[in-house]
């Protein structure tokens, strides 16, 4: 993780804000799922910042949008925010050992390809959204859902399935995209250097 200061703290101020904005303005409603794109800018604090920093932007944006748009906040699903993020932060901050073992062991299967270190960034990349799904999609949120709302299992997971389906190729996308564009970019700029 990064030393913490005003700058970061700026940062993660603004990434929490975009998480919120994103969460509650710019999703795609369909006539089951709705698609939202609030895992952007938590995925760019674990990519950038680290686990820590990007846990406490997902739960904060969690917390805050609870507050903001449905009046009440439930905190295990403000905890299972945070874990998301922490999840995020393991897999894909390049400081972390477990990106770093994954990738390095991805780089020496893929090392007769042209590009090792992009196969190794997009299976990691997938390797978090896959956790994600299945830690928190469809195992934590369920719980939760049903024990305080009492929704039913049947009735939460074919949506979920589908939602997963569509979500798991397009985070990897996004993922891969952000480490070989968007990232490579920012770091050449004075926005986020002394971060």
């Known amino acids: 993780m990064k030393k913490l200061n005003a700058k970061m703290i700026a940062i993660c101020g603004i990434l929490t804000a975009m998480t ?6 710019l999703g795609i409603n369909l006539p089951m799922i709705q698609i939202s794109f609030n895992f952007i800018p938590i995925v760019f604090a674990a990519m950038y910042l680290g686990p820590i920093p990007a846990c406490i932007i997902a739960a904060l944006a969690d917390f805050v949008g609870a507050l903001l748009f449905q009046g009440s906040v439930n905190p295990f699903i403000t905890i299972i925010a945070a874990i998301m993020g922490l999840g995020y ?17 991805f780089c020496k299967l893929f090392k007769s390809s042209k ?8 299976i990691v990349g997938a390797i978090a959204v ?4 299945i830690v928190v999609t ?8 049903h024990i305080y709302y009492n929704l039913s299992y049947a009735a939460m997971y074919p949506t979920r399935i ?14 891969s995209l952000m480490d070989s564009q968007l990232i490579p970019r920012l770091r050449k700029t004075s926005l986020l250097r002394g971060v």
């Not at 469809?138 to 859902?145: D, E, G, M, R, W």
Request: aromatic share 8%; hydrophobic share 60%.
């Open 130 to 133: 896959l956790f994600d799904i």
């Open 115 to 122: 590009h090792p270190e992009r196969i190794a960034v997009v």
């Open 20 to 25: 919120i904005v994103l969460a509650e303005f």
């Open 89 to 105: 932060g393991v897999f894909l901050y390049s400081g972390s050992p477990v990106n770093k073992a994954l990738t390095a062991s």
């Open 162 to 175: 589908l939602k997963a389906l569509i979500m798991l190729p397009l985070e990897t996308v996004v993922i």
């Open 138 to 145: 469809f195992i934590l949120t369920p719980i939760t859902l």
